[in-house]
């Protein structure tokens, strides 16, 4: 097998364009690169817009008995905005950094680890990529239909690892053995619309959101966990129909985030809030969707092989934490225990997204060295 260069690879994937969700050339490169090691590469399409067309991948290399080791990622970024100091899909190195859309989040991370299995010995079982065009969007017909079709081949990973940058100051010093649960909200209160002049021949729903607003705000949901922070409501957004000022608008709406942790579940959420609404206007209307349950990884072998890798690779000692955003472990941990490691994640969405190469190279010795305590 021919090594992989990791920022080489990254430098590629990031100079095609694949703004969730993501399809087509991007998802050729990494077959490309995968073929030549032995890898048997799984491509499928589903959907259509908004969420999708959604490409997924699944890329496996069995050297017969032992267990099975999953690589998780995403290809799809998210759009880069205005203002980069250059072409966002054109990699470039800078100052020792790889800058381009997805450096961070997360080609370079997939990069890394084709390098590393490039490299690495795997004397047994199975190792895998799962690879979805779809964790920045709505995810519709990305990872779980990635699940669906291992399920219908009985194929089941013992643990999977997942490349999302998870590091804070320095490479490996943070690992995330869980994800909080997200789901969203948009409270919609009705009323009349009227003349602000007459206001007894309108409804004016404005004053009864506010209400709304104000008992979700002070609504005490739990005190966390050991794992876990406690599950937290934000509101980010109000809206009324009409932006005139001198009419009473016939609808208010709020929408808001609930990141919660283990001691609650999505739905009983959606319930708690509509009932709070609805307690002060019966005719709310609520609509929810929910991204993903918490989830946690107790402690095992997978724990023990990223851990004692970074200690190796880094010399440090990461701390295990269940905090920031979710990911798609929030689906992947219905098959077997989950963990996500990345690169340091702090330009990850920002303007001029990068990530050190130095970096980038040591991740993908980390992850060489558990591919082969895992398999080798």
Not at 17 to 44: I, K, M, N, Y
Not at 174 to 202: C, D, L
Request: a negative charge.
């Amino acid at each position: 097998m021919h090594p992989i260069d990791p920022v080489d690879l990254a430098a590629k994937l990031i100079s095609v364009p694949s703004v969730t969700p993501a399809r087509g050339e991007v998802f050729d490169l990494l077959e490309q690169a995968l073929v030549p090691l032995g890898f048997a590469v799984h491509r499928f399409v589903l959907g259509d817009a908004p969420d999708g067309p959604t490409e997924n991948m699944i890329a496996l290399r069995s050297r017969g008995d032992g267990p099975h080791f999953g690589f998780a990622g995403h290809l799809d970024v998210v759009p880069p905005g205005e203002g980069w100091t250059g072409a966002p899909f054109i990699a470039r190195i800078e100052g020792g950094r790889l800058i381009g859309r997805g450096a961070n989040d997360m080609k370079g991370a997939i990069a890394a680890f084709a390098a590393a299995a490039s490299q690495a010995e795997q004397r047994r079982g199975t190792l895998s990529f799962l690879i979805t065009g779809d964790e920045e969007g709505f995810a519709t017909y990305g990872t779980p239909r990635i699940i669906d079709w291992l399920k219908e081949r009985g194929i089941r990973p013992d643990m999977i690892l997942i490349g999302e940058p998870t590091s804070e100051q320095r490479l490996g010093d943070t690992v995330k053995i869980g994800r909080r649960g997200s789901v969203n909200m948009v409270v919609e209160v009705p009323g009349t619309q009227g003349h602000v002049a007459y206001p007894h021949k309108a409804d004016n729903p404005v004053g009864k959101l506010a209400r709304i607003v104000a008992a979700l705000d002070a609504m005490h949901l739990d005190d966390g966990t050991d794992a876990f922070p406690p599950s937290n409501l934000e509101f980010t957004g109000l809206q009324t129909p009409t932006h005139a000022n001198n009419v009473i608008p016939a609808s208010a709406t709020a929408q808001l985030n609930i990141r919660f942790n283990n001691l609650q579940r999505g739905a009983e959420l959606v319930e708690r809030v509509t009932r709070v609404a609805r307690e002060i206007e019966p005719g709310t209307q609520l609509h929810a969707r929910i991204s993903g349950e918490a989830f946690l990884t107790p402690p095992g072998e997978l724990y023990d092989l990223v851990v004692s890798a970074i200690e190796a690779e880094t010399g440090i000692t990461p701390t295990l934490s269940t905090s920031g955003g979710t990911s798609d472990g929030r689906f992947l941990i219905q098959l077997c225990p989950v963990v996500d490691f990345g690169l340091p994640n702090a330009t990850m969405h920002k303007l001029d997204e990068s990530a050190s190469v130095e970096d980038i190279s040591q991740l993908s010795r980390a992850y060489r060295r558990i591919i082969e305590r895992a398999l080798g």
